[in-house]
């Protein structure tokens, strides 16, 4: 029907743009190409995204993400089939298809769904459930089963023999012991559906039901608040026989998966091809820097861990990696034992932090953490000296409300070691060694 539906739609754009728009030519052999490329795109992917079954529920936000991909994905297979195999059908047509097709695809699928739920409400194309339960099922569930009448269940009976789901819902819908046995409750009533859906998972139980439903053709069902979490990411597969419950965390849909691929190799090629000058350009200006290698190859850690091979556009210098284990010693955040903390008076001048000073993150900002120290040498000091070098350890990352103190010790004549200090715990946020030179006249 939905395809059906789809090749509607192509004649009606292909008519009203070549009678109200302007004029087109399109060779009925091309005509008949595009006919045929509907069919056995949308049935494929239909039947692939699963847009062929009436659920009983189902949101219509999913519904319209759904039949957005199916369209969006449709058109770009059918636009490139045109290119190869068409000379006359203009891209125009196919814009106008590709949007009218979403319109009325789901507009049809949506007046299906109202249709059912309104049948359903009524009585009709209703399952016989029997649910079977206990004091620590899920009770919300039982009632929106009992209750919601347009998802088509009517609760035949509830088997348990809790006294909480016996006082709760005798009145509505019988209560059947559990020392019956299921066979003969589903041999002798209307039975389509067994719902279990007790708090206690019983492995033996369950599968004695499973059995029981399988002899005589009755759907089983499990509901589950873990069930819930893992929405439609789960599904079951087999190691040598022996089965496994996946929770998948990336896409299933093989088929999606190769077009996406497929596209992004598209994509990409295209970019490094309109690009490829610029790249010229900068493999050329590092030529002529040093005259060292063009790429730097580093490994990296990929998905799950994986390592991988990363080549890119060389920015340092041409042994970098061989440097880094003489350097880093060097470097105050790697060997926070050359910037040592002071011990603290207790007199010292806590000053809060502004709102000026905070980050986007709400964080103290570092750089107003080096004016707070520059701040404490004066007028007088900064005029006769300026910063030849600065040492800095960050420890700690100082918030909003805090009140800090700025400790300052001279270490010789024109060094300094001062730590800015936080009053509530009277921790240090950071250490800084500065070096001062006189300003030349």
């Known amino acids: 029907m939905q395809v059906g539906l789809s090749v509607a739609c192509y004649w009606v754009v292909a008519w009203a743009v070549t009678t109200y728009l302007r004029p087109v030519n399109i060779d009925v052999h091309d005509n008949n190409t595009i006919y045929l490329l509907i069919i056995a795109i949308w049935y494929t992917l239909i039947k692939e995204l699963n847009l062929g079954k009436m659920l009983r529920v189902k949101t219509y936000s999913e519904l319209f993400a759904e039949y957005f991909a199916l369209v969006v994905i449709s058109s770009g297979l059918l636009h490139l ?6 000379d006359s059908v203009p891209t125009l047509i196919l814009a106008l298809f590709a949007c009218l097709n ?7 699928r949506m007046l299906s769904y109202r249709i059912f739920k309104l049948l359903r409400g009524k009585g009709f194309n209703t399952r016989n459930v029997l649910i079977v339960a206990d004091d620590e099922s899920y009770l919300h569930f039982i009632d929106r089963m009992l209750f919601i009448r347009d998802w088509g269940y009517n609760v035949w009976a509830i088997m348990s023999d809790g006294k909480h789901i016996k006082n709760k819902y005798e009145s509505h819908v019988r209560v059947l012991h559990e020392h019956f046995q299921l066979s003969e409750i589903i041999d002798a009533n209307v039975v389509d559906e067994v719902i279990y859906c007790k708090g206690k998972f019983d492995n033996e139980e369950v599968r004695a039901l499973i059995y029981a439903c399988s002899e005589v053709g ?5 509901y589950s608040e873990l069930l819930s979490v893992v929405s439609q990411r789960s599904h079951l597969t087999y190691f040598k026989e022996l089965p496994f419950l996946t929770f998948a965390n990336n896409t299933k849909n093989y088929f999606a998966l190769k077009v996406k691929e497929m596209l992004d190799f598209l994509f990409s090629f295209v970019i490094v091809v309109l690009i490829s000058p610029v790249l010229l350009a900068i493999s050329v200006a590092i030529k002529i820097e040093d005259g060292g290698s063009v790429f730097f190859r580093q490994r990296r850690v990929g998905l799950n861990g994986r390592i991988f091979h990363c080549l890119k556009f060389r920015t340092m210098v041409e042994n970098a990696e061989a440097l880094r284990v003489k350097l880093e010693n060097q470097n105050a955040c790697r060997n926070p034992k050359r910037i040592k903390p002071q011990e603290h008076s207790a007199a010292l001048n806590y000053q809060p932090v502004l709102f000026s ?11 107003k953490a080096l004016e707070r120290v520059l701040d404490q040498f004066g007028i007088e000091f900064l005029n006769q000296f300026e910063l030849s070098t600065i040492e800095i350890n960050y420890l700690k990352e100082g918030l909003a409300g805090d009140s800090l103190a700025v400790d300052t010790t001279q270490l010789d ?3 300094y070691s001062t730590t800015i200090v936080r009053e509530s715990d009277g921790i240090d946020l950071c250490c800084m060694v500065t070096n001062w030179r006189k300003r030349s006249v």
């Open 81 to 86: 089939g045109s290119l190869f195999l068409t």
């Open 102 to 108: 979403l319109v009325v695809l789901f507009g049809f």
């Open 218 to 222: 009755v759907t089983f069902r499990v």
């Open 413 to 415: 004549e024109n060094c």
């Open 357 to 367: 000073e905070l980050d986007v993150n709400k964080h103290f900002n570092s750089v």
